[in-house]
């Protein structure tokens, strides 16, 4: 079946640092692929997506490219702030009218000052 | 601005307690879900509904029911709630894509203990 491999945090940096969160995934077919983030005490809200091979989505200075070959969608940002502590979920969805995503472990991210 | 709102964010229910937890979304999406959130485990789905009144399993339904009588509503019952059900529970709506590609929009949670 589908599912999202991301790499376990938390991840640990110092502002203005640069960010990479690596995620796999394995699944039939062309998926959508997708970033979320859950800031302290809220819901998930999506970050970016990329919905076929060689996209790349980008939002708020953070980045992932679709990589088909590697199967992978790594997000990176080159600079990150106190604000972009928060927990990162990597998903795809099969590309069905369902939308039903399949989510990664979640990464948490911590910055400090 | 859009929104997926929740009956309540925290809850304490005892076990065999019957539970209800409701999910209002104001952007007539079509699609509706129910996820439990746990550390290490990320989201899985419990149940989604495409349309009113119609229903279809996610990945982890025992234990779990549904009921979708307006678009705008979906309610996620536990029967008979067990400690293993204790978790952040989040509801999201979409409007359907061919290509599986369109954003789901989260609610803020319901942090459910059963004792």
């Known amino acids: 079946g589908n599912s999202v491999t991301q790499m376990e945090g938390p991840v640990t940096l110092s502002e203005e640092a640069f960010l990479t969160i690596n995620c796999t995934y394995t699944?039939?077919?062309?998926?959508?692929l997708f970033w979320y983030v859950q800031y302290p005490g809220e819901g998930l809200q999506l970050l970016l997506k990329a919905t076929k091979a060689d996209d790349k989505g980008s939002n708020k200075g953070f980045e992932a490219t679709y990589r088909k070959e590697t199967t992978s969608f790594h997000l990176e940002k080159g600079s990150v702030q106190v604000s972009d502590s928060a927990v990162y979920f990597c998903?795809?969805?099969?590309?069905?009218?369902?939308?039903?995503?399949?989510f990664g472990t979640g990464t948490r991210l911590l910055v400090s000052p | 601005d859009v929104k997926v709102t929740q009956s309540s964010r925290y809850l304490v229910k005892r076990t065999g307690e019957k539970v209800f937890l409701e999910c209002v979304q104001d952007m007539d999406h079509e699609n509706m879900f129910w996820y439990r959130q746990d550390p290490g485990l990320g989201l899985r789905l419990i149940y989604f509904?495409?349309?009113?009144?119609?229903?279809e399993k996610g990945d982890i339904p025992e234990g779990y029911s549904v009921s979708r009588e307006k678009k705008e509503r979906f309610s996620l019952i536990l029967e008979s709630a067990s400690t293993n059900q204790t978790s952040m529970y989040l509801c999201?709506?979409?409007?359907?894509?061919?290509?599986?590609?369109?954003?789901?929009?989260f609610g803020p949670g319901t942090r459910l203990t059963v004792l």
């Open positions: 509904s495409y349309d009113v009144k119609m229903k």
């Open positions: 998903a795809l969805s099969a590309n069905t009218g369902f939308q039903k995503l399949v």
């Open positions: 699944a039939t077919g062309y998926p959508s």
């Open positions: 999201a709506s979409s409007s359907p894509s061919g290509r599986g590609d369109n954003e789901q929009f």
